[in-house]
């Protein structure tokens, strides 16, 4: 049973960054894509950056380039979204999604392409 757990969301200034922090277990880590996804109150949930635990590439909303990064751990047991430069539009809930990579890219803008979510810790940036 794949087992995702989101933590490091908080509230922070305009401005100021966030680390958030996903737990995985369940599964041989290591075939699988990683990503993070996000939900405003009255949106759809989106993509926010993705990538394949057994390789280098990442991928990225254009609405975050530059501001914020997809890693993983040396164990490759936890992903991580390092946030700088947070905009009050970045305020939402976020969501740790996991799925076997298959033969296709990790860029996997849909929901439903993921098989595996977390609970979602909240992100809140004040302006």
């Known amino acids: 049973q794949v087992q995702l757990v989101e933590s490091g969301g908080g509230s922070v200034q305009a401005g100021g960054s966030l680390r958030l922090s996903c737990a995985a277990s369940?599964?041989?880590?290591?075939?699988?894509?990683m990503g993070w996804f996000r939900q405003a109150p009255g949106k759809e949930r989106e993509a926010v950056a993705t990538m394949y635990t057994r390789g280098s590439m990442t991928y990225a909303a254009d609405s975050v380039k530059g501001r914020f990064t997809i890693s993983q751990d040396n164990a490759k047991t936890t992903l991580y979204l390092q946030m700088n430069s947070l905009k009050s539009e970045d305020t939402a809930m976020y969501y740790c999604?996991?799925?076997?990579?298959?033969?296709?890219?990790?860029?996997?803008?849909?929901?439903?392409?993921?098989?595996?979510w977390g609970q979602g810790t909240q992100v809140t940036v004040s302006s």
């Open positions: 999604a996991a799925d076997r990579r298959g033969g296709g890219t990790c860029w996997r803008p849909t929901p439903p392409d993921w098989g595996y």
């Open positions: 369940g599964y041989t880590y290591s075939y699988y894509c």
